[in-house]
């Protein structure tokens, strides 16, 4: 049994959804990006901390520990994170400073969150994957429900604009950041569950149930399963893709 996972993921993997479907379970925690270092205060202020300028860092570290734990259990008894890597650093430091001496990340978080199961979820197109991050940073369009509501928006409605050197640039970065996933877990001695973006979209039921077993929690029954996210893909996805392989072929 586990006592907490962390989701170690990339932007448009899916992780929205993912976390979606295990804290619908009502007994696999609450997961969130809880150290996205622009959502910490924003975080703080939700969970009724004291003001940061009122705290020393140490104070504000360890309290700001302890609300994201019980935030991330959402009264289940194990802890969820979602942790992209570009993160990964900054949350290591700020366990360091808790609990110095620690031989490694791995210590780190254990000592932190006790055992954790570690995920990797990861997409194997990563031109599909860069497309999508391109046109929801164009779009301000984030996720939507099955039904087509909003469900994150970040900036007000502007066409997407096809540019070739943006998407080249992001397929190099999420390229980058998946093979740093894979060197951290190599260095920590780490081998983690292996998620893929295509099985978690294709059959999110299937792959629900196989997370679950793998934390050692029940599984929710596979009719009960019914995923809050959509994708988001279109024709504009696939005209964009399309486009980029002529181009890139030339």
């Given amino acids: 049994m586990f006592d907490a996972y962390i989701i170690c993921g990339t932007p ?32 703080a202020e939700d969970w009724g901390l004291p003001a940061r300028g009122t705290m020393s860092e140490s104070d504000f570290n360890v309290a700001y520990l302890s609300a994201a734990i ?13 942790l992209m890597r570009e993160n990964l650093d900054e949350l290591s430091a700020i366990l360091d400073r808790i609990h110095p001496g620690l031989p490694s990340d791995g210590a ?26 391109v046109k929801a940073e164009q779009t301000g369009l984030w996720h939507v429900a099955p039904d087509g509501t909003e469900i994150e928006r970040v900036g007000p409605p ?18 980058a950041y998946d093979t740093a996933w894979n060197a951290w877990f190599t260095q920590q001695g780490i081998a983690p569950l292996r998620i893929g973006y295509e099985r978690l979209a294709g059959n999110p039921a299937a792959a629900l149930i196989s ?14 399963v019914r995923p809050g996210v959509a994708r988001l893909s279109d024709a504009t996805s696939l005209d964009w893709m399309r486009r980029y392989r002529l181009d890139a072929a030339v």
Avoid at 29 to 39: E, K, L, M, N, T
Avoid at 70 to 79: E, M, Q, S
């Fill in 158 to 175: 502007q066409e997407p604009r096809y540019d070739f050197g943006r998407i080249k640039d992001e397929v190099g970065q999420l390229e």
């Fill in 211 to 224: 997370i679950c077993e793998a934390l050692g929690v029940q599984p929710p029954n596979v009719d009960d």
């Fill in 12 to 43: 448009r993997t899916g992780s929205t959804l993912l976390c979606d479907l295990l804290t619908s379970t009502r007994r696999a925690g609450a997961p969130h990006s809880f150290y996205r270092r622009q959502d910490i205060l924003e975080w």
């Fill in 108 to 133: 780190r978080f254990e000592k932190a969150f006790g055992r954790v199961l570690y995920m990797h979820l990861s997409r194997q197109d990563k031109l599909a994957q860069a497309v999508s991050l």
């Fill in 70 to 82: 019980a935030a991330g259990k959402g009264g289940t008894g194990i802890f969820g994170l979602r």
